[in-house]
């Protein structure tokens, strides 16, 4: 998890276990409603990108569910029942443009007596992740920690911590936790003795922590699988074994990069046997390198990335957070985000899981909601999906979009529908009962919040959350930009106007949100697919292709090239197919809202213009 006061995050969720649980596997679920042919198949990791059964590569964008997974008021569970959780995933769907969650779990709630693995919590969880598979949204499960544990924290203490139970900690004996003068939580990760010598226990395997977190990592994923039917497992994309690692402190002449190579890496290896024994063999593990590999303040980088690992590949995936530590700290960054903030960040991230063969994805990003630097926030989270969708700022797309880059698997932090209505005892303690926020060490990073009705909403923009993005691509994604037009209080900010050099494409999109994606098309036979926001209305939306120009699509067929379709889930989420029936052929598409009944001769025109210019940059 982030975080907001200041993000020096980390390590651990130690889990434990001995006993074996069995599940009785359930019969068969239906089929997800609003399915097509082509849907619903198993991702796997190849040619550095997610692919589905088809062939397709796979964009995966969502949230995490949720940081309620850290306090005791639920349990360690992410809702109070089912039917919260299945609320969420229908707003997460259709209000938050989702096809993915990043699932919390707590080893202390799946273990909470040493060898003893607790059956209840695990088919609690296991039931809410049904909700959100039966929704048509994919789902990788993490074992969450923050600063270890809570256990390590004194019912007066201005922090807490989340992750090994209760038993773990009492086995270190260890000293008083003091984080000394620290303004933010995260500083407890480098600075609170407790905290460090916790987690230098768990990375050196003292009193069998690490076996203990292993064997209840195993089981859990044992349970899972035999207690979903095959048809929602193949939505469960992959396991997340350990939130924002961190090596507590190093050894006499150790170095982060050798702690990685060391101690890191050999527990995602230890942690893939575990997964391939649980069932899992066929899915990948969603590593994490050193939390400081790619921290912007230069102060407190660390040389890291799994640098010594060699070769990922399709069993594993890049996995990594980014949060802006300069503007959270309100001092090293003073204004706000602009075009193109982050294209240097996130273009370290697709290099570097390129160089270890796999994809990527950023499991973790957002800014602080509420407090003083909260009014960053809209314009920080632009151009961290920008940054998402294309390494280059949106001044420099149009000129140059063939070095757009993959587009980025992301799942924002985070997805709490108790924003501000929890009732959370602090470390146990009844004097400190937490209800603003995330409940969380001040931090305030929900999406979402619920109204005293139950009605789910969002906190943000829903032209930055909503968006379109090339969820399935058939063939080889070349080129994609989204301008969303989000606003700024009442500033709407466009940092990738189309240039007026296209002026019939310019006045077809107007002031509207438009995107583009270019794409090679491959052998399959499944279409592309964009999921269309909500802002995005059928009747309204125009596509300009080579495929076809259309304004208002038609209902899907698999001989109708542009088409408009539900997404699969029920949620009534909209997606564009684009189909096309050769190989190896350039095809562009750009969608927007922006227009008003356009003309035959205006879409004829836009067309030809787009042709154009694609021809002179692929």
């Not at 020096?8 to 042919?37: E, F, I, R």
């Not at 790619?294 to 990594?320: H, P």
């Not at 095809?587 to 787009?610: D, F, I, Q, R």
């Amino acid at each position: 998890m982030p975080n907001i006061r200041a993000r020096l995050l980390v390590v651990l969720v130690v889990l434990s276990g001995l006993l074996t649980v069995v599940g009785v596997s359930p019969a068969s679920a239906a089929t997800v409603p609003d399915s097509l042919s082509f849907d619903g198949t198993a991702l796997t990791v190849s040619g550095g990108h997610f692919i589905d059964g088809n062939g397709r590569e796979v964009v995966l964008r969502g949230y995490n569910v949720s940081g309620e997974t850290k306090l005791e008021e639920n349990s360690g569970l992410p809702f109070a029942s089912v039917a919260d959780a299945k609320k969420s995933a229908t707003a997460l769907r259709a209000l938050g443009g989702g096809n993915s969650v990043r699932f919390l779990l707590s080893w202390a709630h799946a273990e909470p007596a040493q060898g003893q693995v607790d059956s209840a919590y695990l088919a609690a969880a296991t039931d809410q992740i049904r909700a959100f598979l039966d929704a048509g949204i994919r789902v990788y499960p993490d074992f969450h920690q923050d600063l270890y544990s809570r256990y390590l924290f004194n019912s007066g203490s201005w922090y807490t911590g989340d992750g090994a139970p209760e038993w773990a900690v009492e086995l270190g004996d260890y000293p008083q936790e003091s984080c000394g003068i620290c303004l933010f939580w995260g500083q407890n990760i480098t600075q609170n003795g407790a905290v460090t010598a916790a987690q230098y226990d768990f990375w050196h395997n003292a009193y069998g922590l690490q076996d203990a977190f292993l064997a209840t990592a195993q089981k859990t994923m044992t349970y899972i699988r035999q207690n979903l039917s095959t048809e929602e497992f193949t939505g469960i994309v992959g396991f997340d074994p350990y939130n924002e690692p961190y090596a507590g402190t190093y050894d006499s002449g150790q170095t982060s990069r050798t702690w990685e190579q060391n101690l890191l890496w050999p527990f995602y290896q230890k942690f893939r046997a575990r997964m391939d024994a649980a069932g899992w063999q066929d899915k990948p593990a969603f590593v994490e390198p050193n939390l400081f590999w790619n921290a912007n303040i230069d102060s407190q980088k660390q040389e890291g990335g799994l640098l010594d690992a060699g070769t990922l590949g399709s069993r594993y995936v890049f996995n990594t957070h980014f949060y802006d530590q300069k503007a959270i700290s309100g001092i090293l960054m003073w204004g706000n985000a602009s075009d193109g903030q982050y294209s240097t960040n996130f273009g370290t991230i697709r290099d570097r899981a390129s160089a270890a063969g796999t994809t990527a994805v950023v499991s973790e990003f957002g800014h602080p909601l509420s407090g003083t630097v909260a009014g960053k926030a809209p314009t920080v989270d632009k151009a961290m999906y920008q940054a998402l969708d294309s390494r280059l700022p949106g001044s420099g797309w149009w000129s140059n979009p063939s070095a757009s880059g993959p587009v980025l698997s992301g799942n924002q932090w985070q997805w709490d529908i108790y924003n501000g209505r929890h009732h959370e005892l602090m470390n146990d303690n009844p004097d400190k009962v937490q209800t603003s926020g995330d409940a969380w060490n001040d931090e305030d990073l929900s999406a979402v919040d619920m109204t005293d009705s139950g009605t789910v909403t969002l906190r943000q923009d829903a032209r930055l959350l909503d968006r379109l993005y090339p969820s399935a691509t058939a063939g080889t994604t070349l080129a994609f930009t989204y301008e969303d037009r989000s606003r700024d209080g009442s500033t709407t900010l466009t940092w990738n106007p189309v240039p007026s050099s296209l002026p019939n494409l310019s006045q077809l999109v107007g002031s509207g949100q438009y995107g583009l994606l270019v794409w090679r098309s491959g052998s399959g036979s499944a279409p592309t697919e964009l999921h269309l926001p909500a802002s995005f209305p059928t009747a309204t939306t125009t596509v300009v292709s080579d495929l076809g120009t259309v304004y208002g699509p038609p209902s899907y067929t698999a001989s109708t090239p542009v088409a408009a379709a539900v997404e699969p889930g029920g949620t009534g989420s909209r997606r564009l197919l684009l189909t096309d029936s050769d190989s190896g052929v350039l095809h562009y598409a750009l969608v927007t809202n922006g227009a008003t009944s356009p003309s035959a001769s205006l879409l004829s025109a836009a067309k030809s213009e787009l042709a154009a210019w694609a021809a002179a940059h692929f």
